[in-house]
C-alpha cells in the first residue's frame, strides 16, 4: 500500500497552461503539505492543510492554489504556467498539529517547455 | 539568515569507510525538532530520524548513528562502514514555530553522499 501517492509522475507542459497535480494519504494523517524542489535539490515548503485550513502559505505566486477536498488530499493547482515553474513536487502528509515525521510522496517532475 | 546549514555540497567515500555529515541550525526557540531524510538517486524522500530540543542523547540505529549537541547547535549523521546503497542526497531539517504558529520545516540545501565500490 502507498502511504503517500502523486499523479502524475512526470508532467510535461508549454508555458501559459493550468496543470494539476493530485496528491492522496492513506495513513491517516490530518497534515499535508506541498514542496518545490528546485534543479540544485533545494526544497521548500509552498503550503500545508491541517484539517482543511491553510495553516502555512509560504510567499509562492498566487498561480499555485491547494485544493483540500478531504482530509486524504491535497491537489496542486497551476495556472499559467512558466518555465522557472519547472521543478519537483512532493506531497507530504504528518500527523498533528505540531511536525512529527514527513512522509513524502514519489514526486511530480514538472516540465515547462 | 540560512537556518540549516549543511556546509558539505558533496563527499566521496570508499566503500567501508565512515563518514559524517554535518548539520548546524539557527533558531531562537526552546522546543524545536530535528530531522535527516535520505533522497536516494530514485528520487523518494525518506525519513530516518527525529530528534527533539530536550533530548540530547544520542542515536544510534545499525550503521547510522546520530550526534546531537545543543552547545554548538549541531545534529551530525554518521555512516559506519558505508555501502554503495548508502549513496543518496541527505538533507538535515529544523522544525520550529512559524508566525503563524504552527510549525514549519525548513530544510538544509542537502549533501550528496556518493560511495565509491
Known amino acids: 500500500d502507498t502511504a503517500v501517492s502523486q499523479t502524475p509522475k512526470y508532467l510535461v507542459t508549454q508555458m501559459g497552461n493550468d496543470k494539476s497535480i493530485k496528491c492522496e494519504q492513506n495513513?491517516?494523517?490530518?497534515?499535508m503539505y506541498w514542496y518545490k524542489q528546485d534543479s540544485k535539490k533545494f526544497l521548500k515548503i509552498m503550503f500545508s492543510?491541517?484539517?482543511?485550513?491553510?495553516?502555512i502559505n509560504e510567499t509562492v505566486p498566487n498561480r499555485f492554489s491547494p485544493k483540500s477536498p478531504d482530509k486524504a488530499h491535497l491537489n496542486l493547482h497551476i495556472n499559467s504556467l512558466e518555465l522557472g515553474d519547472s521543478a519537483v513536487y512532493f506531497c507530504?502528509?504528518?500527523?498533528?498539529?505540531?511536525?512529527?515525521?514527513?512522509?513524502f510522496g514519489p514526486g511530480t517532475r514538472l516540465t515547462v517547455t | 539568515a540560512q537556518k540549516v546549514t549543511q556546509a558539505q555540497t558533496e563527499i566521496s567515500v570508499v566503500e567501508k569507510e565512515d563518514v559524517t555529515l554535518d548539520c548546524v541550525y539557527e533558531?531562537?526557540?526552546?522546543?524545536?525538532?530535528l530531522f535527516w531524510y535520505k533522497q536516494p538517486p530514485s528520487g523518494e524522500l525518506v525519513f530516518l530520524i527525529r530528534?527533539?530540543?530536550?533530548?540530547?542523547q544520542n542515536e544510534i540505529s545499525g550503521r547510522y548513528s546520530w550526534n546531537f549537541q545543543k552547545s554548538t547547535s549541531s545534529f551530525n549523521f554518521t555512516i559506519t562502514a558505508s555501502q554503495v546503497v548508502d549513496s543518496a542526497v541527505y538533507f538535515c531539517?529544523?522544525?520550529?514555530?512559524?508566525?503563524?504558529?504552527?510549525?514549519?520545516?525548513?530544510f538544509g540545501k542537502g549533501t550528496k553522499l556518493s560511495v565509491i565500490p
Open positions: 507530504a502528509s504528518s500527523q498533528g498539529d505540531r511536525v512529527n515525521e514527513q512522509y
Open positions: 530528534r527533539n530540543s530536550f533530548d540530547e
Open positions: 533558531t531562537r526557540d526552546t522546543t524545536y525538532y
Open positions: 492543510y491541517n484539517n482543511k485550513e491553510l495553516i
Open positions: 495513513l491517516g494523517h490530518d497534515t
Open positions: 531539517a529544523l522544525s520550529e514555530v512559524s508566525g503563524a504558529g504552527s510549525y514549519q520545516l525548513t
